[in-house]
Nanobody, 119 residues
Framework: QVQLVESGGGLVQAGGSLRLSCAAS????????MGWFRQAPGKEREIVAS????????VYVDSVKGRFTISRDNAKKTVYLQMNSLKPDDTAIYSC????????????WGQGTQVTVSS
């Protein structure tokens, strides 16, 4: 059974930092692209960052470039999202996701963790 469990969310003031973690189980972690999505109230879910399984290349949505960093530890089956210089617009539920093996099709999502940035 595939499980993705996020942690590290919370309330932070604008300009602050948070580090999200996502622990995976039940999957062959190293052969999957991992990513972070977010959904704010009244808005569509958007992908924030992803890290490709085979070359560790990283892709970010424009709004977080230079502020957020995605990383992964294949031995721990964990993906991280370091979020710096947080803004109120970053407030959302953040979920990690995994693709199918050796694929770019997103297949699994975690339950999500709330990130709230106060002004």
């Amino acid at each position: 059974q595939v499980q993705l469990v996020e942690s590290g969310g919370g309330l932070v003031q604008a300009g602050g930092s948070l580090r999200l973690s996502c622990a995976a189980s039940g999957i062959t972690f190293s052969s999957r692209t991992m990513g972070w999505f977010r959904q704010a109230p009244g808005k569509e879910r958007e992908i924030v960052a992803s890290m490709v399984w085979n070359d560790d290349s990283k892709v970010y949505v424009d709004s977080v470039k230079g502020r957020f960093t995605i990383s992964r530890d294949n031995a721990k089956k964990t993906v991280y999202l370091q979020m710096n210089s947080l803004k109120p617009d970053d407030t959302a539920i953040y979920s990690c996701a995994a693709t199918r093996p050796i694929s770019d099709v997103w297949a699994y999502w975690g339950q999500g963790t709330q990130v709230t940035v106060s002004s």
